[in-house]
């Protein structure tokens, strides 16, 4: 028999109409787990990868879980080994490695509107709401810049744990929490106050300052350090 006349194994078909529909139009459209499950579709040429794609989103709670999942967490998942953990552990390297690369060593954030600068590049142009974190080094550089919430920023969806998480690992020595206002007016709203004082509070309690809120809008940018707006 030759090896083409072997018969395919189950789900075959349906990991070919995945990859064809990644080629022709990326991602859009695919569900979180379907993500997951072309991912381990990498290390596992002669199985189903479905299943244990879905168990992933569901014990991770979405596919940002899923995809940060270390390789001890992926094996507590019934099906997947060393072998179809690859693609995920792949693709967390890459991304890693992606991400150093495309970051410039040092970017100096020294003024307000050095700040507003790069974040009009950043999140100026959004249709939503982006509340970002800018961890900055004991010179004012650049380390790092993380999404916290996109979508209507409320006070109840910013919590510290996220603002810091990041700032903490890379060892930041104070950071800067921006957003944008798509309506065009910079102005503070009542939430706006409630989160920057509350991660202010947070910042102190863990020996990381928080140096400004800027908000970025069309009609111009407001900083809550000029306006004395910082507690």
């Known amino acids: 028999m030759k090896i083409k006349d072997l018969p395919k194994h189950k789900g075959a078909g349906h990991r070919e109409r995945l990859r064809d529909r990644f080629l022709q139009s990326g991602l859009d459209g695919f569900l979180d787990y379907e993500i997951v499950e072309l991912l381990l579709t990498l290390g596992t040429p002669q199985k189903d990868c ?17 995809l940060d999942a270390s390789f001890t967490e992926l094996r507590q998942i019934e099906g997947i080994g060393p072998s179809n953990a690859f693609g995920i552990k792949l693709f967390q390297a890459i991304s890693e490695k992606y991400a150093k690369e495309k970051m410039p060593k040092k970017i100096p954030l020294d003024s307000p509107q050095a700040v507003v600068n790069y974040l009009r590049e950043k999140i100026g142009r959004e249709k939503k709401e982006h509340f970002v974190i800018l961890a900055l080094d004991s010179r004012n550089n650049l380390i790092s810049i993380n999404d916290v919430s996109v979508g209507t920023l409320n006070a ?41 004082k509350r991660l202010v509070e947070a910042g102190k309690i863990l020996g990381i300052e928080v140096a400004d809120h800027i908000i970025v809008a069309k009609n111009g940018f407001l900083s809550f350090t000029e306006k004395g707006l910082i507690p």
């Open 156 to 196: 109840n969806l910013v919590h510290p744990r996220e603002v810091f998480g990041d700032a903490i690992k890379s060892n930041a020595a104070s950071v800067i929490v921006a957003h944008n206002h798509p309506s065009g007016d910079p102005e503070p709203s009542e939430d706006d106050l409630v989160i920057t």
């Open 50 to 66: 479905k299943q244990m794609a879905k168990e992933a989103i569901k014990m991770f709670r979405g596919l940002r879980g899923a």
